[in-house]
């Protein structure tokens, strides 16, 4: 079971390297991070996973209803957040738009990498939970991102629980 201050960094960060593992197109920058995903450059792609929030949970994956005390819960939950993001496609020259072959090379680009992002956490989280890491988790549906800023992709949110220790 992960315990300990840093179990749910030892999650994220569990979780980014199966999915960096998994991706064919590997991109240059990619860790666990603080907080909210910044997309501040997407030259060459970047993988961020993050920790969105913790609670209390008598019933995985439901926060606790009721004040009943940190002893009474059995679960601590975690959500996580994993997002992969590409260079979205712009003007090309004197065009105002980019190219309908560019649209669709991004959009295989981001359907390749939601398949193996969406495929990699999924497994990881089979086996941690059959490994008894974790007491459960719930994945989310996968979004697609954007564009915003110059950058395209997915983002997958996953809920994980632990015992409370």
């Given at each position: 079971m992960i315990t300990g201050e840093l179990k749910w960094?030892?999650?994220a960060a569990t979780l980014e390297a199966a999915v960096n593992e998994e991706l064919t197109?590997?991109?240059?920058?990619?860790?666990v991070v603080p907080g909210a995903i910044a997309w501040d450059a997407c030259d060459c792609g970047m993988l961020a996973v993050s920790v969105a929030q913790v609670y209390p949970s008598e019933s995985f994956p439901a926060p606790q209803a009721a004040k009943v005390g940190p002893c009474d819960a059995p679960y601590e939950v975690a959500e996580v957040v994993v997002q992969v993001i590409r260079c979205a496609p712009n003007a090309d020259?004197?065009?105002?738009?980019?190219?309908?072959?560019?649209?669709?090379?991004?959009?295989r680009q981001v359907a390749r990498d939601a398949h193996e992002a969406l495929r990699a956490v999924s497994v990881r989280l089979c086996e941690m939970n059959d490994a008894r890491d974790?007491?459960?988790f719930l994945v989310r549906p996968q979004v697609t991102q954007g564009p915003q800023g110059g950058c395209v992709g997915?983002?997958?949110?996953?809920?994980v629980g632990?015992?409370?220790n």
């Open positions: 960094y030892t999650v197109d590997k991109p240059d920058r990619h860790g020259g004197q065009s105002l738009y980019p190219t309908t072959a560019a649209l669709d090379a991004s959009a974790i007491s459960d997915s983002e997958l949110r996953v809920l632990l015992m409370r």
